[in-house]
């Protein structure tokens, strides 16, 4: 059963959630009825928002639930509010003009502190892929593999399986079934290793010292590991090459100066910062890799994986109407700080264009208005043309016949101006 909405104060510029959870970290959000739902550490989350707030709530399983008190400072860790988000990018703006010019129309855009196992097996499907695609691999994997929490709707919610449910003998041969492709030997090869060849909680072993797990915050690592650790570490699994590694390192595992570049990057690389000369091809060197991934975390900072997500974003076909319309809204504002600021464009638009519209009615009113008036003269001269041809014994019957043809007319242009 689910609990009470809940309010937690947060403005849009510092989490958008529309924005966030579409833009390719997480694969497992579905929205239902204009609210957003997701399996997160054991328990169903629901989210909605307003300008001022974030509203949740949670959906407990029958089985072995969560406390649920425990879902606030869940949901404080996962989208990492600790960190001050318009501060940052406020500070990329100022540093980067690429990013000042793209920015407005994708606010609020935070990263996931995800759960590390999840995060690895999400980015190994996304292998070649589009999001939708991925998210409906990850959604198959939690439905025959993950445990049953709870329904909206009718829409079975599971939980993310763990490495041991996705290293059977049989899951490699499944997954294919399922449509999976190649990636189906990935995921099995490495649900295999991560569950028989690392020991247990591996994977939270080489996350950031300073970025606990959403569902465990006094988590400490025995050894304190570097980001160049992690990634090479994650190297050495079936199926995760630097791409891949980078997107874990950054959104599984806390280290927030990982850049992940992959196609959309390399083009922004490419497009805004020059990098690759004349050439343009989508392909490029490990070294490139590196010298672009440096390049950026000299720019941005310790949180050049947040900055990067913006451009990235910003840089998707499903999301070029968002940035069209910022530029539009940048336009506008550039428009109205040159003629004084006094009225937005729109308004002046819809005011001449109002003008416009009186004006013609105002025309077309005195247009009817004459030729009524003009009709009017022409049967006066009739009327006048007649009587002079009758006697005056037929004028006075005539003249009353003209009296009543007078009103009508004039009730006529009445009737006409009134229009």
Same mark, same amino acid.
């Given at each position: 059963?689910?609990?009470?909405? #809940?309010? =937690?104060?947060?403005?849009?510029?510092?989490?958008?959630?529309?924005?966030?959870?579409?833009?390719?970290?997480?694969?497992?959000?579905?929205?239902?009825?204009?609210? !957003?739902?997701?399996?997160?550490?054991?328990?169903?989350?629901?989210?909605?928002?307003?300008?001022?707030?974030?509203?949740?709530?949670?959906?407990?399983?029958?089985?072995?639930?969560?406390?649920?008190?425990?879902?606030?400072?869940?949901? /404080?860790? +996962?989208?990492?509010?600790?960190?001050?988000?318009?501060?940052?990018?406020?500070?990329?703006?100022?540093?980067?003009?690429?990013?000042?010019? #793209?920015?407005?129309?994708?606010?609020?855009?935070?990263?996931?502190?995800?759960?590390? !196992?999840?995060?690895?097996?999400?980015?190994?499907?996304?292998?070649?892929?589009?999001?939708?695609?991925?998210?409906?691999?990850?959604?198959?994997?939690?439905?025959?593999?993950?445990? +049953?929490?709870?329904?909206?709707?009718?829409?079975?919610?599971?939980?993310?399986?763990?490495? $041991?449910? =996705?290293?059977?003998?049989?899951?490699?041969?499944?997954? #294919?079934?399922? @449509?999976? %492709?190649?990636?189906?030997? +990935?995921?099995?090869?490495?649900?295999?290793?991560?569950?028989?060849?690392?020991?247990?909680?591996?994977?939270? /072993?080489?996350?950031?010292?300073?970025?606990?797990?959403?569902?465990?915050?006094?988590?400490?690592? %025995?050894?304190?590991?570097?980001?160049?650790?992690?990634?090479? *570490?994650?190297?050495?699994?079936?199926?995760? %090459?630097?791409?891949?590694?980078?997107?874990?390192? =950054?959104?599984?595992?806390?280290? !927030?100066?990982?850049?992940?570049?992959?196609?959309?990057?390399?083009?922004?690389?490419?497009?805004?910062?020059?990098?690759?000369?004349?050439?343009? @091809?989508?392909?490029?060197?490990?070294?490139?890799?590196?010298?672009?991934?440096?390049?950026?975390?000299?720019?941005?900072?310790?949180?050049?994986?947040? *900055? /990067?997500?913006?451009?990235?974003?910003?840089?998707?076909?499903?999301?070029?109407?968002?940035?069209?319309? %910022?530029?539009? @809204?940048?336009?506008?504002?550039?428009?109205?700080?040159?003629?004084? @600021?006094?009225?937005?464009?729109?308004?002046?638009?819809?005011?001449?264009?109002?003008?416009?519209?009186?004006?013609?009615?105002?025309?077309?009113?005195?247009?009817?208005?004459?030729?009524?008036?003009?009709?009017?003269?022409?049967?006066?001269?009739?009327?006048?043309?007649?009587?002079?041809?009758?006697?005056?014994?037929?004028?006075?019957?005539?003249?009353?016949?003209?009296?009543?043809?007078?009103?009508?007319?004039?009730? #006529?242009?009445?009737?006409? $101006?009134?229009?």
């Amino acid at each position: 059963m689910a609990s009470e909405w #809940r309010k =937690l104060p947060l403005s849009l510029a510092e989490l958008c959630i529309d924005t966030t959870l579409r833009c390719g970290q997480s694969f497992r959000w579905r929205r239902i009825n204009n609210e !957003w739902h997701c399996v997160l550490s054991n328990r169903l989350v629901t989210l909605t928002q307003s300008p001022t707030h974030l509203l949740y709530k949670s959906t407990l399983p029958a089985i072995n639930p969560p406390p649920e008190e425990t879902t606030l400072p869940l949901l /404080q860790s +996962y989208f990492s509010l600790s960190v001050p988000l318009s501060q940052l990018y406020t500070q990329w703006s100022t540093t980067d003009p690429n990013f000042a010019r #793209r920015c407005p129309s994708f606010t609020g855009i935070r990263i996931l502190n995800q759960d590390a !196992w999840e995060t690895l097996i999400s980015f190994i499907c996304s292998s070649n892929n589009n999001i939708s695609r991925i998210s409906s691999m990850v959604n198959n994997l939690c439905l025959h593999y993950g445990p +049953y929490i709870a329904s909206i709707s009718g829409e079975p919610f599971h939980d993310f399986p763990s490495p $041991e449910a =996705l290293s059977g003998p049989e899951v490699e041969s499944h997954l #294919r079934s399922l @449509g999976f %492709g190649y990636r189906a030997k +990935y995921i099995a090869d490495t649900a295999q290793i991560v569950s028989q060849q690392r020991p247990k909680g591996w994977l939270d /072993q080489i996350r950031n010292p300073a970025v606990p797990p959403a569902d465990n915050p006094k988590f400490h690592p %025995g050894k304190k590991p570097t980001y160049r650790e992690a990634h090479k *570490a994650l190297l050495e699994l079936t199926g995760v %090459g630097p791409k891949v590694s980078d997107c874990v390192c =950054l959104m599984g595992l806390g280290w !927030w100066e990982s850049v992940p570049i992959d196609t959309h990057v390399w083009q922004i690389a490419q497009r805004d910062y020059n990098f690759g000369g004349k050439s343009k @091809g989508k392909t490029f060197t490990k070294g490139m890799y590196e010298s672009v991934g440096d390049h950026f975390r000299q720019m941005w900072g310790e949180y050049a994986g947040w *900055a /990067q997500s913006v451009l990235f974003t910003a840089n998707l076909k499903s999301f070029a109407e968002q940035a069209k319309a %910022g530029k539009k @809204g940048k336009k506008e504002e550039e428009e109205q700080q040159e003629n004084g @600021g006094v009225v937005a464009k729109q308004e002046v638009v819809k005011v001449v264009k109002n003008e416009e519209l009186t004006v013609s009615r105002t025309r077309k009113r005195k247009a009817v208005k004459e030729e009524s008036q003009q009709q009017q003269r022409d049967e006066d001269v009739k009327m006048e043309d007649v009587m002079d041809e009758l006697t005056l014994s037929s004028q006075m019957s005539q003249l009353s016949q003209m009296i009543t043809t007078t009103r009508r007319v004039s009730k #006529r242009i009445k009737a006409r $101006e009134s229009q």
